[in-house]
């Protein structure tokens, strides 16, 4: 199977995406405003085998090879 990592910056989208897979997209609240992109997020990674989120802190002067 496929699998993906993620890499953000942005731990608050973290915690959104990871919230929507776990508990499904609500159309008010958090995930109002993003519901599309949640859902299609949700939809995407439901055919992975496994998807891994990581947080990468920008201007740390973090390398990545």
Same mark, same amino acid.
């Given at each position: $199977?496929?699998?993906?990592?993620?890499?953000?910056?942005?731990?608050? #989208?973290?915690?959104?995406?990871?919230? /929507? !897979? &776990?508990? $499904?997209?609500?159309?008010?609240?958090?995930?109002?405003?993003?519901? #599309?992109?949640?859902?299609?997020?949700? /939809? !995407? &990674?439901?055919?992975?085998?496994?998807?891994?989120?990581?947080?990468?802190?920008?201007?740390?002067?973090?390398?990545?090879?």
């Amino acid at each position: $199977g496929r699998k993906c990592l993620i890499m953000s910056d942005s731990e608050s #989208a973290i915690a959104k995406i990871e919230h /929507a !897979y &776990r508990h $499904g997209v609500s159309e008010f609240g958090d995930g109002g405003d993003r519901a #599309a992109m949640l859902r299609a997020i949700n /939809a !995407y &990674r439901s055919d992975l085998e496994l998807v891994i989120m990581m947080y990468v802190p920008a201007h740390a002067g973090g390398l990545l090879s």
